[in-house]
């Protein structure tokens, strides 16, 4: 059986389906919105741009579909005569409301405020004014690491620390070339001629 007679009995050919998935009219892509072949059962996600590349067989039906989106199809034509076949997808908005839930870990909001009043308090049988004595704030100030902020501003005032090092300037030590009463000692010292060679 020749590969002509095996393409004329059945085989469809093979299209590169390129193109780009976009919000309403507005030409601004959606990324990763999903490009999928039911009747094959794979596909793909568009770029961070909204550009999707797949192949695809004369005759498939493509559908894309993105949160927040109602889901779009296309049938590529049986008979398609080029190798390559490019679209430009607008998906419209489908904004759907979801009723408002609240998840209690108890089946009522009394059985909820019950336990919570039956809990022991963990400080025993000290005083509440007194639980947050001077000790314990001490001790929680000590073993509490750095947020986030503060571990920055650290790094960052020892990274300035170094970068002044590495220029002459000690921010620790004083400069005495800034000083007056040395720069006196100087002019004085030149005046009675301390500086003169014997």
Aim: charged share 20%; aromatic share 10%.
């Amino acid at each position: 059986m020749s590969l002509s007679s095996a393409h004329g009995q059945g085989a469809k050919k093979v299209i590169q389906l390129t193109g780009v998935v976009t919000a309403g009219d507005s030409l601004l892509g959606i990324p990763g919105a999903s490009v999928y072949i039911p009747k094959a059962g794979r596909g793909t996600n568009t770029n961070e741009y909204g550009f999707f590349s797949i192949p695809v067989l004369a005759g498939d039906s493509v559908v894309f579909s993105s949160l927040g989106y109602a889901k779009q199809s296309l049938v590529i034509p049986e008979r398609f005569e080029k190798d390559s076949y490019s679209i430009i997808i607008e998906m419209l908005e489908d904004p759907t409301m979801l009723p408002e839930i609240r998840v209690f870990p108890y089946a009522t909001f009394r059985d909820f405020t019950q336990a919570v009043l039956a809990m022991k308090s963990p400080v025993g049988d000290i005083d509440r004014e007194n639980a947050m004595s001077q000790q314990i704030l001490d001790q929680m100030f000590r073993n509490t690491p750095m947020d986030a902020n503060s571990n920055h501003r650290t790094y960052m005032n020892l990274q300035n620390q170094q970068q002044l090092r590495r220029g002459g300037y000690n921010p620790g030590a004083t400069n005495p070339l800034l000083d007056p009463i040395k720069w006196y000692q100087v002019i004085k010292a030149i005046k009675n001629g301390d500086f003169k060679k014997e």
